[in-house]
């Protein structure tokens, strides 16, 4: 009754007798008869179930696997283009480079005589007031812009080009 | 429980665990017919209701089916482990069933005489004080003073420190004396109160 043989428990020695009485009474209480196939067949379908659930929560982990995989693939690719690009000479050292730059082709006028194969032509740097000029984005802006007039030998002019990013601003007031 | 040595006792069910964590079929029926009775006169004592002891029971078996790999030698008793994982389902289902039965013990059938007949009132008494102790205290008083475990074991199954196990028995026992001698007491006659008047 008092496993502690503490003698100043006095509430386990009052009542030791019917703790006792209990005590007796529940070992002597009969069990459920095992059925033997009842338990066996409890085993089966508890394993099925664990067997299913663990093949789900298998299935479940292999996704977000695949899911870290692909995301860890999708930044190392990403890194290693972004370090590609950065590395890529025609980037890095554009603004140094003495190759010549691309030309863009001169744009024909409208109502000006056709350019002939064979013909001779002069090309003219003239500088154009933007606000002479309704299409282009900065169009009514104070500022000028250097463009390209391609002339011919009877001094009409019968193309036009803006050289290039670089070759459009050329005043601060344009913006 | 058998009366074999408890050592072998329990390395027989350490055994029959480890076989169970490898699917053996086998080794949950032997483990079954060794200590369902065991766990279903600990669920009978918990609850004071002989369904509920049965339903827990199953489900105690069930839960170490699908634990039965989490027990390690190492660690402790097959027997500790066993009512650890007995112990979670039974306060598990009366936490949420809230039930304080009132069912009647079916202790013994029958009673030859009157001492028989005061004993198996006592019983039931006792019994019926028991399960109205909070579980804290229930399940210590019915391992320490029921089970006739030793504190330590108590404590291992709990996963407390033997300390705290000696002041909740302590404090179990008191309760139960309490209720008891409550129930002891001369009822008080009925007094007519005067009624209120308010004005």
């Known amino acids: 009754m008092n496993p502690s043989g503490d003698p100043n428990d006095r509430d386990a020695e009052a009542h030791a007798p019917e703790l006792a009485e209990l005590r007796a009474a529940l070992r002597a209480l009969p069990a459920p008869r095992v059925d033997d196939a009842a338990v066996r067949r409890a085993f089966r379908d508890r394993r099925r179930e664990l067997d299913a659930a663990r093949a789900v929560a298998r299935r479940r982990r292999a996704r977000v696997h695949a899911a870290l995989a692909a995301a860890i693939a999708f930044v190392a690719v990403g890194g290693v283009v972004r370090f590609v690009v950065s590395q890529s000479p025609q980037r890095s050292q554009a603004p140094q480079s003495d190759a010549p730059a691309a030309v863009a082709a001169f744009q024909p006028l409208l109502y000006a005589p056709e350019v002939a194969p064979g013909a001779a032509y002069s090309v003219v740097r003239v500088r154009i007031p933007l606000s002479s000029l309704t299409l282009l984005p900065a169009a009514g802006a104070d500022g000028m812009i250097e463009a390209d007039l391609l002339v011919g030998e009877d001094g009409l002019a019968r193309g036009i080009r803006f050289d290039g990013a670089g070759a459009l601003p050329v005043s601060q007031a344009s913006y | ?199």
């Open chain 2, 1 to 199: 429980m058998s009366d074999t040595d408890p050592t072998l006792d329990d390395r027989r069910d350490a055994s029959l665990l480890l076989a169970i964590a490898a699917g053996c079929e086998q080794a949950f029926v032997d483990l079954y017919a060794r200590r369902q009775a065991d766990v279903f006169r600990f669920a009978y004592a918990m609850a004071r209701s002989r369904s509920v002891a049965q339903d827990a029971t199953q489900e105690v078996f069930l839960n170490v089916l699908e634990n039965a790999g989490r027990f390690d030698v190492a660690k402790g008793s097959a027997r500790a482990w066993l009512f650890g994982c007995a112990r979670h389902v039974i306060l598990d289902r009366l936490r949420h069933e809230r039930r304080w039965t009132d069912e009647l013990p079916e202790l013994s059938a029958e009673h030859d005489g009157d001492a028989e007949l005061l004993a198996a009132q006592r019983v039931r008494r006792l019994h019926a004080a028991l399960v109205r102790l909070p579980l804290e205290y229930r399940e210590v008083v019915v391992f320490c003073d029921l089970e006739e475990w030793t504190y330590a074991a108590a404590a291992a199954v709990l996963g407390c420190p033997v300390g705290t196990v000696r002041s909740r028995l302590h404090r179990g026992r008191a309760a139960l004396a309490a209720l008891l001698a409550r129930e002891d007491a001369p009822a008080e006659p009925a007094t007519l109160r005067p009624r209120e008047v308010y004005p």
